[in-house]
Nanobody
Framework: VQLQASGGGLVQAGGSLRLSCAAGGHTFSRFNMGWFRQAPGKEREFVATIGWAGDRTSYADSVKDRFTISRDNAKNTMYLQMTSLKPDDTAVYYC???????????????????WGQGTLVTVSS
């Protein structure tokens, strides 16, 4: 499975960005996926996860009501719409896929089997 994250960039506080994660492979629609982020000097942390059918979502408290995770299984792509961005959101954002068919979404990074290369989001104050 190959994951390609894109959409990062430099944005002012209060602005918005939409990240995309394109997945190669025929079985994208059977697996749960998630977004994590890692700021300089910090560990990778959970941001959001979405079930294989797109009907189960979960968010970190720090991004709840500001970020929205979604997926388009026909396009093998997952998204993260980020609004009201803050400087604390600055990080490299990684998308991951959990290769347990029709499994339960997870907020734990060790539960994910494949990762994209990451896309940098920088929020200026």
């Amino acid at each position: 499975v190959q994951l390609q994250a894109s959409g990062g960039g430099l944005v002012q506080a209060g602005g918005s960005l939409r990240l995309s994660c394109a997945a190669g492979g025929h079985t994208f629609s059977r697996f749960n996926m998630g977004w994590f982020r890692q700021a300089p000097g910090k560990e990778r942390e959970f941001v959001a996860t979405i079930g294989w059918a797109g009907d189960r979502t979960s968010y970190a408290d720090s991004v709840k009501d500001r970020f929205t995770i979604s997926r388009d299984n026909a396009k093998n792509t997952m998204y993260l719409q980020m609004t009201s961005l803050k400087p604390d959101d600055t990080a490299v954002y990684y998308c991951g896929i959990r290769r347990v068919p029709y499994g339960v979404p997870s907020t734990r990074s060790p539960d994910y089997d494949y990762w994209g290369q990451g896309t940098l989001v920088t929020v200026s104050s």
